[in-house]
């Protein structure tokens, strides 16, 4: 079955870092845009990063209050999407969602998601 | 960034009757490929979101017929012909056309 799974999650005091996992089944990563998608308690979905297929050159993209403080990146070998958040904020608190997107140049919305890793910023 | 407009933002229905979500954006949403990356999702409480149409108007496996998306360039709707309890959730559409990719604020259908 065509699957993510996120870890990394937990709290974390202001200005911390975490590291965010996402382990994909059944299907190849880097054949895929691939996105983190935040959504914080009571408020709707936000996209945060996403990277896209190797064919497009593994090109990095990110929302602009995240910008030198998040990273995306890919591990083929072991199909896994990464975000390392650092300098984190009491703002980035929520659920943060790995998902699959379009195909090689294809920009469609995400068709697969993990079930979440939860993000507590706090001191 | 492309912004996203959904109305209403809460919408009562009737089990059995239609209805109906708008949604706008501020530029158009035709990409340079000449396809339109306009997506709507299903949100239920206590579950990740689950894609229903992707570009304006393909369904997606599994999602029952009575959901139909339309429109085109930056206006776009989301019909359901007839509401089913299992229907209850909040909706978005989301632009991937544009870097940043981004979301509607959300439309609440409750029974």
């Known amino acids: 079955e065509v699957q993510l799974l996120e870890s990394g999650g937990g709290l974390v005091q202001p200005g911390g870092s975490l590291r965010l996992s996402c382990v994909a089944s059944?299907?190849?990563?880097?054949?895929?845009?691939m996105s983190w998608v935040r959504q914080a308690p009571g408020k709707g979905p936000e996209w945060v990063s996403a990277?896209?297929?190797?064919?497009?050159?593994?090109?990095?993209y990110y929302v602009d209050s995240v910008k030198g403080r998040f990273t995306i990146s890919r591990d083929g070998s072991k199909n896994t999407l990464y975000l390392q958040l650092s300098s984190l904020k009491a703002d980035d608190t929520a659920i943060y969602y790995c998902?699959?997107?379009?195909?090689?140049?294809?920009?469609?919305?995400?068709?697969?998601w993990g079930p979440g890793t939860p993000v507590t910023v706090s001191s | 960034d492309v912004v996203m407009t959904q109305s209403p933002l809460s919408l009562p229905v009737t089990l059995g009757q239609p209805a109906s979500i708008s949604c706008r954006s501020s530029?158009?949403?035709?990409?340079?490929?000449?396809?339109?990356?306009l997506s709507w999702f299903q949100q239920r409480p206590g579950q990740s979101p689950r894609r229903l149409i992707y570009q304006v108007s393909n369904r997606d496996s599994g999602v029952p017929d009575r959901f139909r998306g339309s429109g085109s360039v930056s206006e776009f709707t989301l019909e359901i012909s007839r509401v089913e309890a299992e229907d209850v959730g909040v909706y978005y559409c989301m632009q991937g056309t544009h870097w940043v990719y981004t979301f509607g604020q959300g439309t609440r259908l409750e029974i």
């Open positions: 990277v896209s297929s190797s064919s497009l050159g593994d090109i990095t």
């Open positions: 998902a699959r997107g379009g195909r090689d140049s294809s920009r469609d919305g995400m068709d697969v």
């Open positions: 059944e299907f190849t990563l880097s054949d895929y845009v």
């Open positions: 530029q158009s949403l035709v990409h340079s490929s000449g396809n339109t990356y």
